[in-house]
């Protein structure tokens, strides 16, 4: 595998997929997605496997769900130009670490090129984000927030549209409409035309990463961001001061 990118080469790497309207995808795994990898056949709420389906679902799915989700997630990572994981000197819980290692080696025979699992929180405060924008044909949002029209007069551009997911249950207490992704928001997708120079943000836990070679294979550019939508939504779903409507206006958009 080659030496961990850094910011400046993951925009490059970014910037010239769109530039050539060339597939690319990254992915970022972390703790979350190494147990939820690891839960099948796990189905009471105190094993830890289930941590991030209560999280983000607020349910256990069905062994049959999490075995579709946690098929297409891994070829998601099999596929992607960009791999986010933790490294061993990252100043992180033994846990993120451990998970890191767990993935790697998993996923080390694909000869990824690897990165930080927190490049989508660097290429926000390194104001980066307006240059990846800049290089798109168009982009559109996977996310639970309605950030169409802040974003747009954000980042001076036109052609932005959403595809609306469901957001994280732990912090906005839907605990329903998940299904959608299975009746109407995968079928959605499917149907798109071909995405070339397309820049896709998505969010979405581990349903939003079991897309993610779907969108990939539309030919669009594909960027795992995740809680960054929640920062320019407003809240604090992260790090600290994070809580059931903790607010942090920091990176709002339109604030």
């Known amino acids: ?14 910037v010239s997929a769109l530039q050539a309207e060339r597939p690319f995808l990254l992915m970022r795994l972390g703790d979350g997605e190494d147990l939820a990898l ?13 941590i991030p389906w209560k999280k983000h679902l607020g349910l256990i799915p069905s062994d049959k769900e999490k075995t579709s989700w946690c098929t297409n997630t891994r070829e998601g990572a099999k596929q992607a130009n960009l791999l986010g994981l933790h490294a061993d000197n990252d100043v992180k819980p033994s846990a993120f670490r451990l998970a890191g290692r767990r993935l790697r080696e998993s996923f080390s025979a694909y000869a990824k090129r690897e990165c930080s699992a927190d490049i989508h929180i660097k ?13 798109a044909k168009s982009v559109v949002l996977i996310t639970g927030h309605d950030l169409v029209v802040p ?3 954000a980042f001076g551009v036109g052609k932005v549209s959403r ?9 906005f207490g839907d605990t329903t409409s998940w299904r959608l992704w299975g009746s109407s928001i995968l079928p959605g997708i499917r149907a798109l035309p071909p ?3 397309t820049l896709v943000l998505i969010g979405g836990g581990i349903p939003g990463k079991a897309t993610m070679a779907l969108l990939k294979s539309k030919g669009a550019v594909v960027l795992d961001i995740g809680s960054v939508f929640d920062m320019w939504a407003g809240w604090a779903t992260r790090g600290k001061g994070k809580g059931v409507g903790a607010v942090n206006p920091k990176y709002k958009l339109g604030a």
């Open 1 to 14: 595998m080659e030496p961990r990118a850094d910011t400046n080469e993951v925009v490059a790497l970014i």
């Open 38 to 50: 690891r839960s099948v056949g796990r189905y009471s709420f105190e094993d830890t496997e289930n």
């Open 123 to 135: 290429l926000l405060t390194g104001g980066r984000y307006p240059g990846l924008v800049q290089a």
């Open 151 to 153: 974003f747009s007069e």
């Open 163 to 171: 595809i609306k997911i469901p957001r994280q249950s732990c912090y």
């Open 195 to 197: 995405m070339n120079g």
